[in-house]
């Protein structure tokens, strides 16, 4: 069984900063891409951050580049999102990804999906 577990979510003030993992087991770590999404209530699902397989390359969605870094770790099965300098409208449920797919940047190509991390940000 393949499990993906969050944590690092909370409440924070604009400006400040977050740092959400993600735990993967159940499966070889490794040979996947994973991937960060976020979604708040009545608003589509949308992409956040990726990285490759071995690590070699990160994408990042234009609203979060400079901002966010994404990092994993293949000896702990984790990845993680940095987040610095957060907005009230990166406000929303975040959810870690995983899968073999080849765009990593769309959520209908990921196989596995973490419970979700509420992320708050405050004015």
């Known amino acids: 069984q393949v499990q993906l577990v969050e944590s690092g979510g909370g409440l924070v003030q604009a400006g400040g900063s977050l740092r959400l993992s993600c735990e993967v087991s159940?499966?070889?770590?490794?040979?996947?891409?994973m991937g960060w999404f976020r979604q708040d209530p009545g608003k589509e699902r949308e992409f956040v951050s990726a990285?490759?397989?071995?690590?070699?390359?990160?994408y990042y969605a234009d609203s979060v580049k400079g901002r966010f870094t994404i990092a994993r770790d293949n000896v702990n099965n984790e990845v993680y999102l940095q987040m610095n300098n957060l907005k009230p409208d990166d406000t929303a449920v975040y959810y870690c990804?995983?899968?073999?797919?080849?765009?990593?940047?769309?959520?209908?190509?990921?196989?596995?999906w973490g419970q979700g991390a509420q992320v708050t940000v405050s004015s």
């Open positions: 990804a995983a899968g073999d797919n080849q765009d990593v940047r769309r959520w209908n190509g990921y196989d596995y």
């Open positions: 159940g499966t070889t770590f490794s040979r996947l891409n």
């Open positions: 990285i490759s397989r071995v690590g070699l390359n990160a």
